[in-house]
């Protein structure tokens, strides 16, 4: 083959390539190709053989990407089978799980092509002067109040003084709106306020940001009847009620939907009347607040079997409201999670009987207790594990600075000795990583955007990053910060990281199904797409074809992207930045997003039965 043949080659698959990196229609490539190989064959550009040979190719790509009900009757709709017997069944539960809470910018990472005008536009959230006020003058004073020493390993508790503060100033009812006597602040007061209170006391701040997270008073707002916020929430907002959410089981922890705690429909007496209630068993444990709460949220599975409600004898998780002093209920026993002062236990109850306007929302929620449960487990994941992450970075950062300028060996400050440095390095960044992530995260749920995933890629990489600020402020204190004692700021960060890391969600947990299982397939534009039309009975063959096609598209772009950018080092990436350090991290993030979404792709189809 002459030069003039391999050139007009070259320039028609680089056109082919093209056309799949750009990801253009159907009709356009078609024609696109269809017309150069025309001049070609018109201007004699390739000799007979090659020439044949790429007509050949054209044609049959042409064919299988242009006649389409050949494709869907001799291709799709026999793929259809065997995908259909491959494909896990996605149960309800599954499906709320996966349905939870909204996508946000992350999407645009792992589509593989980031837009980052969209990101910059989001606006920095702020607080109000309210907010403010409160944060530097309640604030300021419990953080007073605080002795950490005193609390963890003396009374084992908050005294008396703190917990009547607490109440008093409405630490408890920050989420609670103005109208039911609460404070009704933002994400990002709430957020602030718990960082504050964890860079004096960790038990404080977990104390405070619970009844602000996932529980009574959070589900009410979002779900409850009126009856029951009018009655509740001015009590949670006062501090006369104190609430605690009891989910996890003995044998369910991170598979939570398997929750063997249930309530039968059934009839019974209260108030000394007969009623349809709820016969209620539960055994609960790792129960944050229950040994002091008031008001027990529970997650119960519920039956119907004589059919009081309808014709479904299995309705689902449901969440309830039972005061602790009802006959019946056990809390009080307490646990000690790593020494830390807050309190936490379990709860129990056998053949409990409630009447139905317990339940959270009213008979009308019964059975929606799942979807409930993944819509708010993302604001607690949001708020409240990244405020405690936050918290102990910044602590780290101000005590460890310090203490190197001041601490000399071989008469010299230890700031100055490399090593030392590289640790102050790494605590100084992930710190100021780890603000700014939890600003944009309390951020997205001021905008009113309900961030599963987003959350979840918070919670699990913000505590990691703690972990490892807190490990290396312990090697550069050394001696002393082992010692325990009043004078040590840092061994109960260091003791309660693993309490961060367990909670809402392990973080294997939270990185394997939640950040790559629903994110791969909420963020990918077409899976969730096909899924739906796969699993279901009759399945459209036209819809179904249209979205394997774009699928094909998107991957095949993805691949040549990801092989270009890799090739180049991202260097011809587009990008509008005027600074030049800014330019370039966002083409190496853009290049590392077309990766992503590759390799998401890959493992989504390998590896369907896991995601």
Known sequence: MDMANVISVLVLFGLVLTAAFYQLSIIAWTTLIGAILILFTACGYLATIPLIICWLLYLIAAAFSNLHELRQRYIIKPALNILKKQLPTISATEKAAIDAGDTWWEKELFCGRPNWEKLFSIPRPT?????????NNQVNHLCSLLNDWDFVFDKHDLSQEVWNYLKQEKFFAMVIPKEYGGLGFSALAHSTVVTKIATSSISAAV??????????????VRYGTEEQKNHYLPRLASGMDIPCFALTAPDAGSDAGAIPDTGIICRGEHDGKE??????????????????????????????????LGEKT??????????????????????????????????????????????????????????????????????SLPALSTACGKKAFRVTGAYSRVRKQFNTSISSFEGVGEALGYIAGYTYMLEACRIMTAGAVDQGINPSIVSAIAKYHMTEMCRHVVSHAMD???????????????ANAYLTVPVSITVEGANILTRNLIIFGQGAIRCHPYLLKEIELISTDHTNIKNLDKVIMSHIGFYMSNLLRSIAYGLTGGYFISSSAK??????????????????????????FFRHKTT
């Open 314 to 383: 299995n309705m689902g998780i449901t969440l309830c409201l039972i005061p602790t002093s009802h006959p019946g209920v056990e809390t009080g026993a307490r646990h000690l999670p790593m020494y830390s002062a807050f309190m936490n236990g379990p709860t129990r109850g056998k053949d409990v009987f409630i009447p139905l306007d317990w339940i959270i929302g009213g008979t009308k929620m019964a059975g929606q207790g799942w979807r409930m449960l993944m819509e708010s487990l993302s604001i607690g994941r949001s708020i």
């Open 127 to 135: 607080l109000s002067a309210d907010e403010q006020n409160f944060i």
């Open 476 to 490: 550069i204190h050394a001696g002393h910060m082992i010692q325990a004692g009043p004078r040590n700021v840092l």
């Open 579 to 604: 600074n030049k350090k800014i330019r370039k991290c966002k083409r190496q993030l853009t290049r590392m997003s077309a990766a992503l979404a590759l390799l998401a792709d890959r493992e989504s």
């Open 275 to 308: 009623v349809v209630g709820i016969r209620v068993s539960w055994d609960k444990r790792y129960i944050t607040l229950a040994p002091v709460a008031t008001l027990l949220g529970l997650a119960i599975h519920i039956y119907d079997p004589d059919h009081l």
């Open 207 to 220: 104390t405070t940001m619970v009844p602000n997270s996932l529980g009574p008073g959070e589900l009410l």
